[in-house]
């Protein structure tokens, strides 16, 4: 199974940016999916979550900012991320939640998104 993850970049204050993951391997990405970030001495932090149902969740520092999806024909989860802020900075990776597999959890390599004010 790999998730590769796509679509980072340097973009200015107040821009947009859609990330991709594309699911390999055999398995569905119409699993529980998310997207985290990263930033050098913190932890890892959930941004934006999918249920199998569709079902979404947002942190609250994206909410109304960022939208996440996903393309069950191309096998592939989105993250829109619109009016990007600074603080917005840091390397992003994809997770899948193998339901039928004990809730195995599979990353992606992780894209690097930097704002600049």
């Known amino acids: 199974v790999q998730l590769q993850a796509s679509g980072g970049g340097l973009v200015q204050t107040g821009g947009s940016l859609r990330l991709s993951c594309v699911v390999s391997?055999?398995?569905?990405?119409?699993?529980?999916m998310a997207w985290h970030r990263q930033v050098p001495g913190k932890q890892r932090e959930l941004v934006a979550s999918?249920?199998?149902?569709?079902?979404?969740n947002y942190a609250d520092s994206v909410k109304g900012r960022f939208t996440i999806s996903r393309d069950s024909a191309k096998n592939t989860a989105y993250l829109q991320m619109n009016s990007l802020k600074p603080e917005d900075t840091a390397v992003y990776y994809c997770?899948?939640?193998?339901?039928?597999?004990?809730?195995?959890?599979?990353w992606g390599q992780g894209t690097q998104v930097t704002v600049s004010s």
């Open positions: 391997g055999g398995i569905s990405s119409v699993n529980p």
């Open positions: 999918i249920r199998s149902d569709g079902d979404t």
């Open positions: 997770k899948l939640i193998d339901r039928l597999r004990n809730w195995k959890v599979y």
